[in-house]
């Protein structure tokens, strides 16, 4: 593809309106077939979400309803808040995480590692790897300016929404035992209190998407551009000048040019393709882990239960 947009846009210069057609023609011919290759990539990645989805709603599903330990969890025991909310939210966040950061491997894996190597062919190992030094520098400035623990910042969020909503599907359970009681001012402050958590939380997290999000965007997209110019752009200015004017001359040196973009383009993809799966996989721990604290607590409790049994 970059080597019939570079042959396409020294055509167009040159003024050769032969060969640009032919090019032309090529080109939505190779953009087809990329295309299909990505339409094909999408639906492996939806199959892949969906099952490993289904395996692991059957695995938590199996432990959760075996030995009553869904009653046990219910109704006798305070430290899991909401157990519907990790079976049912959590597992989907998991697959479709997974499915992402298992297409985001694939990715990193040829566009960013193979693909650096096979840029380097093109354009030498200076022009691969400067995109690598600029992200590290990247990740580094915003880790400086914006930390992210993923794990705390979803984790808190989620526990506290879980909190809030175990206590309303309590008072819906119970509401004529509370109003019976005359329970509503306990009940409501209780409600309450868990609700202003809950926003507090997700405030909290927001705000910090928001910061994280828009340094992001300064770092990784407008940062970039005069980095590129400087880096692509200079060393064409500096070259020595021509008084007199080549169409030819004027054809290659563009390009070249435009090639040099593309090539730098993608290899700033690739990098990023890496990047972005170390984000997918810390955002995906969080979920991941709250599973697992329901496994632990549903494999304790079938313990327990076949203790009392012998």
Known sequence: MLRYNRDITYNMQAVQTGAFIGLMRKFLAVSLVQVLVWQVQGHFGGQIE?????????????????????????????EM???????????????????LTYRNGLYAATNGL????????????RTACMPYIYLIGGVIAIEKLVPMDWETLIGNKDKKFSKY???????NLNCEAIAALKGQAVEAKTANAAYDDMMTSTHFYWR?????????NVV????????????ILL????????????????????????????????????????????EKWGQMGSNAKRIMELRRMLQRLSAERREQRS
């Open 208 to 216: 910090k998407m928001i910061k994280h999000g828009l340094v992001q």
């Open 165 to 171: 909503r175990s206590y309303l599907l309590r008072t």
């Open 114 to 125: 193979y693909g650096t190597f096979v840029l380097a062919r093109f354009s030498g190992w």
């Open 81 to 99: 808040p909401d157990p519907d909310e990790r079976i049912a939210e959590d597992i989907k966040k998991t697959a479709e995480t997974y499915a």
């Open 235 to 278: 060393p064409l200015y500096l070259r020595p000048k021509r008084t007199v004017f080549d169409l030819e001359s004027n054809a290659k040196v563009m390009g070249e040019l435009y090639f040099s973009v593309q090539i730098f383009i993608q290899a700033l993809n690739g990098a990023g393709s890496i990047a972005e799966l170390v």
């Open 220 to 231: 990784f997209e407008h940062a970039i551009l005069p980095f590129c110019a400087w880096f």
């Open 50 to 78: 969906l099952i490993f989805r289904d395996k692991l709603t059957k695995l938590v599903h199996r432990e959760y309803f075996a030995d009553q330990n869904y009653y046990q969890v219910q109704h006798k025991s305070d």
